[in-house]
DNA sequence: TGTTGACCTTCAAACGTTTGAATAGTAGAA
DNA sequence: TTCTACTATTCAAACGTTTGAAGGTCAACA
């Protein structure tokens, strides 16, 4: 067997030990149009040479040659937070029947690393992009820089339409008068609210939904109840915010029969501070979280939630990126365009009807 | 500005732009030691144009030349398994230093997935491979062909070193031990234990710490109190079977003051189980779990469980691989290494002393 | 005998980089 | 003057593919 530099077998290695040329080699493997035109027993030789000698064709040539790299980078902002995970296996659905590769990157939250890798989504010639933006960074710069390059990109979980990105994101607004309606229903009447800190972008547009749904309901909402999480990048912030807001809450004495929460882990974060003063959920208190990740299934009481449909949202993003790869091609190009996916209430175990709470 | 057939920037379009040639630019564009020899202002041009036109050098093309991809995959056989991202954090984090870029992916645990993403790191002449593989999966001819290819590999959370490939897992079997302890030090005699599946690797050496520390300690374990779960690759499938298992329990009128579960969500199944029986934990009972993810720390009561030091072993991991590259560049390969790393117990609230549980 | 077409295979150029070797130009030393 | 040494730049080949164009061979037909 031929000795190879790189050590990985070659076109030319499959044909130096088979007797016929690199093009031949080529044209059978890659079963080009040509190949039709190829001895069946030529074909046969080849193909078995490299299978015994475990050719595997160099992506880089290819690509290189072929001016195409057949990729997709999708950016995480944050691979740990749960909701991610889900709409990644929304985007890998979505880019397998249509041939593209996803070139998977987290950011870890470190906005440096997540420069170096849009970055880096450039030089390996990634047709298209996505980015889960699930916490805000403000500069939008090296999007910019992504476009210039005649890069698709869509953006999951922010509105960026107004700097020309396409979005798909939960409806948040509608989630938020979601659950106002159900506690609504149950006969809750006196509800705190737990918001999202300014900087996450979903914060104000659920408020505001919470906000409508109220006033429709005729609910006045105390604004002694409503409080703020506050601004930490750590995924179980939104536990001990929530945790250290329920604390507060209980302290102030006042009365409440439900608790909205910004997001899963921070109505988790409340029902802890909850029974930690002994109140019971839902008996006592009602409790509503947003998104459906899994901790809300397996916690005892099993979370009610706002769903978002994360693996739709991922899919849908991934055929607006591979339809817009397809048109840029054809020299077009679109506007970008917004998708707000309907939020889904999903009733567990921790809303009931309000009892009659003990308060000393 | 030239027109350009592939719609990227190029050395080409540079040095048309400069006046300079191609090599010219590159030597100064890529800081290659040549680079003194060039005059201060020609330097400064190239790089301003460089900036001004948007260049992004071609990954392909320069790991065509150099013959180095400066890639490590990491094929993860189930993402949205809570235990990966941990381990992916590390690797990350072994593999920066190094100047290798992960190459991260999910095979969603779809056999045919995995398959066609090893073949998808060989093609991109991956220069190691990291393989996170919490679940079982029979076959290696596929981790052979890597091999083949002169590849390192090095897999996570498996112990494959008959197979020839080095292998970091967390110690199974102190782990149970610490679990069995633990309890047996807070004056537990009767536990039951709901073991998990044949097919995941864990299994066999967890129940094998729990059996010889109780026996160590003395404690007999009732037959009737062992239940095994059955075998779902759904990543909900322990805690359902967690509260199966737990309702069988509770049916056999069998008396037990702890529960240890072979991982956490099984142990969330569990509580849940318990809760439906209206049986508190801990007063009544106590639950373990194993591996310490999110949902864990943030179901009320917390899940006392057996830590997996999963970042650590992801660095480990890496730095195995990187060296491992840099060894066969040398020509000299390494005898597959074994790594154990100590777990370690984490007390939260699901444990407490026996109470006095009233049975009717 | 020459021509035609069908069939099978190869040539050679190109993709965008990097880099050892080569080419000039300048200047100081022998 | 010639030699050496240094600076500043370029040539050209190579990495492993793909593919339009061209090269063969062979049989059949005119």
Redesign the pocket.
């Known amino acids: 067997m031929a000795q ?3 050590g ?1 077998v ?3 290695d499959i044909a130096r030990a088979c007797g ?5 080699v ?2 059978v ?2 079963e ?1 149009p ?1 190949s039709r ?3 069946e027993k ?1 074909r046969h030789r080849i193909k078995a040479t490299a299978q015994q000698l475990g ?1 595997y ?2 992506a880089y ?2 690509s ?4 195409r790299s057949q990729t997709v980078g999708i950016l995480a902002y944050d691979l740990s937070d749960l909701y991610c995970i889900p709409i990644v296996r929304g985007i890998q659905e979505g880019l397998q029947p249509a041939g593209y590769l996803p070139l998977l990157m987290d950011a870890s939250t470190r906005r440096a690393l997540f420069d170096s890798y849009l970055q880096m989504a450039l030089e390996r010639r990634a047709e298209g992009v996505i980015v889960i933006g699930n916490w805000v960074f403000d500069e939008t710069n090296l999007l910019s820089d992504v476009e210039k390059n005649n890069v698709p990109i869509v953006i999951v979980s922010r509105d960026l339409t107004t700097n020309g990105v396409s979005s798909v994101l939960v409806d948040n607004q509608a989630g938020g008068a979601l659950a106002v309606r159900h506690l609504y229903e149950l006969g809750h009447r006196r509800i705190a609210v737990i918001r999202g800190p300014d900087e996450m972008f979903d914060s104000a547009p659920r408020w505001a939904g919470v906000q409508s749904a109220a006033a429709q309901s005729g609910i006045r909402l105390d604004p002694r109840l409503v409080l703020k999480l506050p601004n930490v990048v750590d995924p179980m912030s939104g536990f001990e915010g929530g945790l250290e807001c329920t604390r507060r809450l209980e302290a102030s004495g006042l009365d409440f029969t439900a608790v909205i929460a910004v997001d899963d882990l921070t109505a988790l974060g409340v029902v802890r501070g909850l029974s930690e003063a002994g109140v019971r959920v839902p008996e006592d208190c009602s409790v509503v979280g947003f998104d459906d990740l899994l901790p809300a299934t397996v916690a005892t009481p099993g979370i009610t939630t706002i769903r978002q449909p994360l693996g739709e949202m991922g899919l849908l993003a991934a055929e607006w990126v591979v339809k817009e790869i397809e048109a840029r091609y054809q020299k077009k190009a679109h506007a970008p365009r917004l998708h707000l996916a309907p939020p889904q209430l999903v009733t567990r175990m921790s809303t009931a009807k309000p009892g009659r709470r003990m308060r000393d």
């Open positions: 190879r530099k790189s990985h070659t076109l030319m016929f040329s690199v093009s031949t080529s044209i493997l890659s080009a040509l035109n190829v001895a030529t050719y064709p160099d040539a290819r290189l040659r072929l001016r």
